[in-house]
Structure formats: C-alpha cells, structure tokens
C-alpha cells in the first residue's frame, strides 16, 4: 500500500511541469527589438526586429554566405492595444514570437511624450518572457519603428549595438545612463526621484539605413547615435537634456565612471585634460530652518591625459594647483545640472527621495508640491575634491623646453 | 610466513557437500577398488579415454613385482617435476625397490616423494578432483587409496601490467589467470599473518576455484560470514569469470550500478583489504572481485593515492564533474534548445538557431541519434582487431564530424555535444560505473525531451533516491557521504594527505579503526641549514 501510494505521488509530479510544449529553435521568432509607437489615433503600432540566425552567424557551416541577406527582418503591426498588436504580428512572421531575447524596447517621441511609459510597460511587464532587464530607450527624430528598422555594421544585429553602445559610453564619458525596464519602472512617478532614459537619434537617410548597402561601406549613411537624457515626469517626457547637463546629472547620480574635463591653465582655454579613472558622490541632506539642503561631496581621482603647456605635473605644488583646478570644474558643471533641473521643476537627480529617508514627516508636507515649488528652489552646495594619482606615461610635456 | 593455507581436502568437503543434493554421490563417491587394472579402467572409461590424460604404469619392488600408475593430465601439470621427483624416485628409490608389497604405499608417501603437498584420495570424486587440480596421483596395486602430489603447473601468463587500469606512478604488476598467481601477488604486499585466505570450489561442471581472501580483524566478520554465506548459496555448473559470481551474489539485481568492484591491480586489493573490505579471487580471470563497495570507490584511482594529496583531490572534483557531465551533458542542452531558451545567452542562442536552422530532425531526435552512432561506433572498435579498429575510428570520425553536418543532417554543436559526453564517459577510471551512466544517460535525454529541466531534475531525484537505497553487503552505497562517516569522508570527492587519515573507514571496518599513530605530519626542523 505504501509502495501504491509513493508511486502514485511520484507519477503526480509529473503533471507539475510547467512548461508543457517543448518548441524546435527553428520554429522561433527571436526577437532582438521592439520599436513602440503612436499611431495618433490612439492606436499603438509596433515593429519587431526579428534576429535571422543564419545571416548573424553561421559563415562556413551553412552554403549561403551570411553578408548577402541582413542580419534583422522587421515586421510591424498596429492595434489598440499592446497585447493586441503582438498577437496581431502572427499574421506576418511565420514563427512563434519569442520575447526572452529581446534586449531593447525603444520607445517613439511621440508616444513618450503624450501617452507615457507606463501603458507601453503593463504589456510587457506581466508576460513571463519579457525581461525586465531590457534597455529602454527613446527614439528621438524619427519613429520607433524606423529606428529598429535602420542596419549597423561592427555588431550586426542593431539591438546590440544600441546596447553597447549605452554600455560602453555610460562607462566610458558618462552622459548617458544605461537604463532598462525595471529601473524605469521603479522611478515612474515618483517625484522624488523621476527616472532619466537615453535618447537615441537615427542620424542620416531611413531609406537607406534599411538596406544592406548601409553596413556595405565604411561610413555608414544611416547610423544610431546617443544624443541626450530625456527628462520624464509622471511617466511623461517632458523635456530633453545633453551634453554638460546630463552629464553633471549622472555625476550627482553616482553613476560616473569615467570621463574627462577640460581645465584652463594661465589664460589658455582647454589646456590641460584631467581624466577621471574614479569617482564617488556623495548626497546628504541637513534640515535648516524647516527647509532641506543638499550637500554634494565629490571624490574623484584621475590622470593627466593632456597637456598642451609646458608644465611638470609630478611637481607637487603644480599638481595640487591642477587638483583644485579640476575639482572647480567638476562642481561648475554639477552646478549647471542642478541648475538645469531645477530650470525643468523635475527632480531627476533624487533628491526628493533622500529627504524622504532624511526627514519623512517633513516629505509628507513637501511632497505633494516637490516638483514644482520646492524643488527648484533649494538649496545645494557642491564640493569636488580631485586628485591626481598618475600623469600618464610621462611627467612633461615633449615640446616644452621651460617647464615650470 | 606462519599462515597456512587451507589443505585441498577441506575444499572438497564444501564441494562434495554441495554436490550431494544432485545425487552426484552414489555415481561419482565411488571408492577406489584394491585392483590397479580396475582403477585405471575406471579413471580410462570415465574421462572417456581422453588424450591429454596420461598414465604411465611402471613396477616397484623387485620381488614383489608390485605394479603402480602415475595418473596425471597433461599441459597443467609440471611435468619436470613429475619426472624428477616422482616417477624418478618410484623407479630408482633402494627402498621401495626392496620393499615389501604390503606398506608400500606408507613408503611411498613418507620417505619417496620429493614433492611438496602429498594426500591421500580414496574415491572417485577425490581422485578426479585432484587430477583436475593439476595433481598427480599414484596409484597401486593392491591398495584402495591412491597417494596424490601437488604438482601444478603447465604454462600461464606471466605478471603483466593490466592493460585496463593504466596508472603513471604506480606498480606495473597486474593479476594473471592463475589464482595462485594472484594471492601471491597480494600476500607480498602484506607480510602478516593476519592476511587469511579461505577456500571454496564454485560450478557443479567447471570446479572453479574461488579464494576469499581477507585480514583478520580489520574485516567486518559479519561481512566476512555474509560473503562465505553468498558464495556457498551459488548451485552452478560453471564459473568462468568474476562476472558470473557478481551476479550471483549481488545486493540489489535491479540497478545498472555495480555494488560490487573488481580491479586486475594487486596494489588496488591490498589497499581495499587494509580498509576492511574482503577480496574474491577466482581461477580463471586477472579480475578479482571487492566487497563491499561504496559509490565513492569507483572514482578512486590508483594514481591518487601515488600522487600529492591537492592533485590527487583536484583530479578527483574534475572526475566527478566528468561524470555528472556524461550523465547530463545532452539531455541539458536538449532541455535548454527545446524547452528553455531564454536560458542560453542570446549570442550564443543565435549562433545554435544558425545552425539549426536547417536542421530537419528535432533536437532530441539528432541527440539520441548520435548516442547510439557514437555507441555503435565504441562498440566496434572495442572488437576489432588493431589494424581494422584504426579504419573504423576514421571512418567514424569523417561520418560523424565531417559528412553529418556538411550534408546537415546534424547540427555542429550536437556534434561536440555528443563528443564532450563521448570523452567524459571515458575519463571515468571505472569502466563498469561509466557504463551504468551512458545508459542512464538515455533516460536523461527522453526525460528532457519530454519536460525539459523538470524532467532532468526528476531523474536526477529518482536516480539519488535509488542510489541512496542500494546496499552493497548491508553497507549503504553511498557512504561515508550518506550516511556521513567523518572517519571515511577524507577519501571521497576529496583526499586528504596521508598524515590527516588517521582513522580507517569506520563502516567497513571491524573497530580496529586507528590507521596511525598521532603528528604524522612531517615537522622539519626549523633550522633550514641542515647542519
């Protein structure tokens, strides 16, 4: 009897495996791109970059060379809804759409602007394939869907280029932050702390971009480039900031891992490079007289990259001259993002958020009017304190011949 | 060497003991009769006058003109020593030659034979037994009772290195077909006296020899009795090689694990004896038999022993990944290509979806596929003599690797797949536990086929399930791990240095579980100089 019994339940198991049909690789639409758009009638239009596997890889097992066919197909389809609209996309790909590989959700202007996110990422959000670690950009200049459409050459498949590019110049100049669904997710709506999410350009002829000719030269007509921040609030964008803005912005953000500044030395203008390998920020907030105010501390360590004036970096007076030096630009430039933000009345640089942990009963008051009243007129002071650890592979310059 | 071995008779005892049932005893228990001409009518009529039977007759004493025979079979006697010390001495011997008739055997037996081992057999089944055995037996006219001389021999292979246990540091001494052979070998690695051996005959027809040989006090003697026990039970005609007797005797029949391990390798036995186990040696075959064995063993090669414990441990971690490999590597990647692929990175992905993609047969189709071509392709070379083995390998080769994919009926990655498993099967130092996992490896692959990862995960809880249960001579198999015996634990998936085991394995051993005295560390002096 007891043998019946731990047969029966071990055959029960069997009946709790979730996933039930099995499904062939070929019979699978990988999808590397979803481009997401507004249609203006209130319908959504959505395109999906679709991954041809033998076009990707495969040179040398498979006869077809794999440079003639492009590396992506694109499919759009329209709907009212976003559920409706990937269903909808199976009356144009022959395969089941598989959405565990889709690494990138561009999102249109238009439709970032006046529907928001928050619509476009309950769909994606509840289906069990979607990541949520998928990047999120904003297509800016042109639709999503021609976006996803547009070929690149070095990483052949265009999700992965968007991608690696965000990865690498996060890392590498810091002016645009990598961000994927979840975090998004977690920063819509709220005011304290208002998500920032990349923009992206199609730079150059749609047209051509679709075609294979485009990845065929050296310099490409059609190519994707980061060009911005885009400002969100309520799930909304609202506005667009670049360059010393949004890179100020990341730097109270912590999110600085790399860059460089350019300092004037003597009345020359960008005369020397200070290249920062490290960095930390730090945000606190003290409570002065009911009212918050924000201290931002800056550590930043870094390298001589350039110098286009004769000057001995490894003198230690020099060096400490050239250290203050890159800690005022570095808090000139924090203070033109704060600037900025404050200018936006949206606070994307987190400091509504701090208070809350700081002060709750004092954010509860805040809150409901933080954005608009209080938020840009705080207060914040900035201190950057920069070091010198290294001046590159030498101290002097080569051309100087009187070195200070 | 105070140790004796157990006389030949008492073996006949458990035999003629064994053949009683069969109503053996009244045909073949016939005693010798007083007449020489008789008695060799009768050895003649019941060997079917068989040509490699030799029977020399010659005459004793002068006077008496006693007649005798020297009966003896031909190619497993040593026939130098029969002619110089037996037949010699019965012609030329003064003594016999003025004896009397009527205790000539008494002479015969004290003051004439130059031979070792000397018994007496007094009927039919004795007397052919100690044919079979190699010995020599005169007999006489006028006397019911033969005299019978050990003189074993004839040709055997000599002390080889086994070809089936390789080990770089290591003794290159390997069993042979002789049993005698075989004890030695491990005798001259333990000098003691404790080392016992005891006797029994196997096969109704063949008569095997079959010795258990273990030491005294460290083996288990419960196990010692449940072993003698196991092998009295067995009513076969025929032991031919220690496979027949590890069937016959076996815990737990259905399982494709071996509970039993077996090794050509003196050096492996008597380090299998020190820890209590007990050793089968059978006649016939190189491979001797070990028991109890626990999982753990059959990862356990020799050369771990022989090398620096951190070695020996980092090679035994990538054996057992090597195994866990051959049992799951192509039902993981069938489970990940057809039931869970947002678990492959998407680089990776696209690079196996280009090669499927004209791929015409499912992907658990291709991988039981080329299981079996793999397995078929292992099976005959294994047979083949040399020269057509190395055909058969290219031909595989070419068939497999190159002409599978070009032509597409198979995907590249299904190839390497299937070639990882191929080698790591082969990486196992146990064949017997190699194989149980190529065939469990099936089962890995039709469960991933049909659940995915699920399915993986069952088998693998039923197969845990199943070798937790298997019990090899009442020890759990999958000890010292569970249940876990701290005492045995430094000799599983890792060894510790000799001077850490200071005990002996608790579980297989019979109290007497300390292995060394304490700091076996070494300690060199501090002073580096060395004075």
Known sequence: MKRVTTWISGLLLLFLAGCWSSQELPDLALISAVGMDATGDGQYAA???????????????????????????????????????????????????????????????????????????????????????????????????????????????????????????????????????REVLKHVGQSGHEPLVSIFTLHGDEEKGKKIDNIQTTSPEARLEATGMAVMQDGKMIDRISNEASRGALWVLDDIQKTAVSLDWKGQKDALVFQIVRNKTDVSVRIQDNLPVFDIQVSTEGEVGEAHVPINVSNPFLSGTVEKKSGEEIKKIIEQAVAKAQELQTDYLGFGELLHRKDPKLWRKLEKTWNEDHFPTVEVNVNADAYIRRSGLRNEPTFSEDVE | MTFKLRKLSKARTTSSKSNEDEGAKTEKNEPLSDSLAQNVEAVKQKTGNSADISIREITLNDQAHTKAAVVFVEGIVDQQAIDDFLIHSLINDDDLKKNPADNILETIAEKVVALGELTRVHNHSELFQALFNGETVVLIEGFSEGVSTDTKGGESRSVDEPPTEISLRGPREGFTESIRTNTSLVRRRIKNEKLWVKSITLGKVTNTDVEIMYIDGLAESDIVQEVEN????????????????????????????????????????????????????????????????????????????????????????????????????????????????????????????????????????????????????????????????????????????????????????????????????????????????????????????????????????????????????????????????????????????????KKRPALTVDGNVMRQGDNQKPSPPTDRTMK
């Open chain 2, 230 to 501: 196991r092998l009295n039970r067995i009513n076969t005609d025929s032991i031919l090689e220690s496979g027949y007797i590890e069937e016959l005797i076996e815990d737990q029949t259905a399982t494709t694990f071996p509970t039993i391990a077996h090794s050509e390798r003196p050096d492996v036995v008597t380090g299998n004896l020190l820890e209590g186990k007990i050793a089968i040696f059978i006649d016939g075959t190189p491979f001797v038999l070990m028991v109890p064995a626990v999982f753990v063993q059959f990862f356990q090669s020799v050369d771990d022993y022989y090398s620096r414990f951190d070695i020996a441990t980092s090679i035994r971690l990538l054996r057992i990944i090597i195994f866990i490999t051959s049992l799951f590597a192509p039902a993981v990647y069938v489970a990940a290509t057809t039931f869970h692929q947002e678990m492959i990175p998407t680089q990776l992905l696209i690079v196996l979806a280009a090669q499927r993609e004209a791929a015409p047969l499912p992907a658990v189709v291709e991988a039981i596929l080329m299981e079996i071509i793999f397995e078929v392709l292992r099976e005959a070379g294994v047979r083949m003599p040399k020269a057509v083995g190395q055909t058969i390998s290219i031909v595989g080769a070419l068939v497999i690797g190159q002409a599978a994919v070009q032509a597409g009926i198979v995907s590249p990655a299904m190839v390497i797949v299937v070639a990882v498993t191929a080698i790591a099967s082969f990486a196992t130092p146990s064949y017997n536990i190699a194989i149980a996992a190529r065939l469990i490896r099936f089962v890995n692959m039709i469960a991933a086929a049909t659940f995915g990862f699920y399915g993986i995960i069952l088998t693998f809880i039923v197969l845990l399930i199943h070798l937790c249960s298997l019990r090899s001579f009442g020890v759990p198999y999958m000890a010292p791990l569970a249940p876990f015996d701290a005492s045995g634990a430094g000799d599983t998936i890792i060894r510790m240095p000799w001077w850490k085991v």
């Open chain 1, 47 to 181: 395109t999906f970059q679709v991954i041809n596997p033998g076009n990707v890889a495969g040179e040398g097992t498979l006869s077809r060379g794999g440079s003639e066919s492009p590396p992506v197909t694109t499919y759009s389809s329209t709907g009212p809804t976003m559920t409706e609209v990937n269903r909808r996309v199976s009356e144009k790909v022959s395969r089941r759409p598989y959405y565990a590989h889709t690494n990138l959700l561009v999102v249109g202007e238009q439709l970032a602007r006046e529907e928001g996110l928050e619509k476009v990422f309950d769909a994606f959000e509840r289906d069990p394939e979607f990541r949520t670690t998928t990047r999120v950009i904003i297509a800016e200049g042109t639709t999503a869907g021609e976006f996803v459409t547009a070929l690149t050459s070095l990483d052949k498949i265009p999700a992965n280029k968007v991608i690696k590019t965000l990865e690498t110049t996060e890392s590498f100049w810091g002016e645009h932050k990598d961000t994927n669904m």
